[in-house]
T-cell receptor, first 116, second 117 residues
Framework: SQQGEEDPQALSIQEGENATMNCSYK?????LQWYRQNSGRGLVHLIL?????REKHSGRLRVTLDTSKKSSSLLITASRAADTASYFC????????????????FGQGTILTVHP | DTEVTQTPKHLVMGMTNKKSLKCEQH?????MYWYKQKAKKPPELMFV???????INESVPSRFSPECPNSSLLNLHLHALQPEDSALYLC????????????????FGPGTRLTVL
């Protein structure tokens, strides 16, 4: 079952504007990750935030995590047409150190369209 | 090499056919994954291999049979599929996690678009 819920389901903005996507989840997590998927292609890892972190930056990306509210947000600043894609949050709820792999549960995704 | 490759890119098969999907990575990852993704939906985990051993089978029907011949290769054997199995099949890999809070970002291949007639 998918534990992540994302909103909005779709977001349409102009180039240069900021885009904010939100993700909520239900169980405790080790980390939360954001991925981008261009139409019909593989997913690309964007950023990972651990359960003991509150904010993380990577280039034009800013991720926040509020474990008390079980929610995260992804901010893309100064968006470009090339940012047009689907964005998924994914939670890893495995026990830290308990397994050698990560079992990710993906949210429903946000479709971002950036108009030139 | 930071790439996960998948072949074929597209596959059309009948319900009586037997085919295989292949996935390869040379990043030294010891965890490999198969996901199924329907249009406009998130990926759904099917199988996880850790150190070449099957660690997770998410109650996938037996017409899907995974195989991990070595640490770089992952196969998905298909037999007697149904039209509802048509989807994008994604392979991913990640570093093994040792110790606490080890990051486990997954690297995805481009996927195989499967159509079952």
């Amino acid at each position: 079952s998918q534990q992540g819920e994302e909103d909005p389901q779709a977001l349409s903005i102009q180039e240069g504007e900021n885009a904010t996507m939100n993700c909520s989840y239900k169980t405790s997590i080790n980390n939360l990750q954001w991925y981008r998927q261009n139409s019909g292609r593989g997913l690309v890892h964007l950023i990972l935030i651990r359960s003991n972190e509150r904010e993380k930056h990577s280039g034009r990306l800013r991720v926040t995590l509020d474990t008390s509210k079980k929610s995260s947000s992804l901010l893309i600043t100064a968006s470009r047409a090339a940012d047009t894609a689907s964005y998924f949050c994914a939670t890893d709820a495995g026990r830290a150190g308990g397994t050698s792999y990560g079992k990710l549960t993906f949210g429903q995704g946000t479709i971002l369209t950036v108009h030139p | 090499d930071t790439e996960v490759t998948q072949t074929p890119k597209h596959l059309v098969m009948g319900m009586t056919n037997k085919k295989s999907l292949k996935c390869e990575q040379h990043m030294g990852h010891r965890a490999m994954y198969w996901y199924k993704q329907k249009a406009k939906k998130p990926p759904e985990l099917m199988f996880v291999y850790s150190y070449e051993k099957l660690s997770i089978n998410e109650s996938v029907p037996s017409r899907f049979s995974p195989e991990c011949p070595n640490s770089s290769l992952l196969n998905l054997h298909l037999h007697a599929l149904q039209p509802e199995d048509s989807a994008l099949y994604l392979c991913a890999s990640s570093h093994p996690r040792r110790g606490l809070l080890r990051d486990n970002e997954q690297f995805f291949g481009p996927g195989t678009r499967l159509t079952v007639l």
